[in-house]
């Protein structure tokens, strides 16, 4: 995550392209990344660079605990 003073100069595509040139460089074939369905700004970024939604899953959690998964409580910043 970019922190919000640093998005939209480029470093998150920077970010990006670095890790492809390195997962290429590694002999990866392919890249996968998963994003909030609600994070348009990641959305629009992922997209910029070549990255296309491939499928849609859903996320099934079951507390062991009681208590709710911290990204229940997390606050989210508006894109």
């Known amino acids: 995550m970019i ?5 939209g100069k480029g470093i998150g595509h920077r970010l990006l392209t670095a890790a492809e040139d390195a997962a290429r460089e590694a002999g990866c074939a392919f890249l ?16 910029s660079i070549g990255f296309a939604e491939d499928r849609r899953e859903i996320m099934l959690r079951k507390s062991l605990d009681g208590q709710q998964h ?7 910043t508006p894109e």
């Open 70 to 76: 911290p990204s229940h409580t997390k606050e989210r």
């Open 3 to 7: 922190h919000p003073d640093w998005r």
């Open 32 to 47: 996968e990344l998963s994003v909030d369905e609600d994070n348009a700004g990641a959305r629009r970024l992922y997209g």
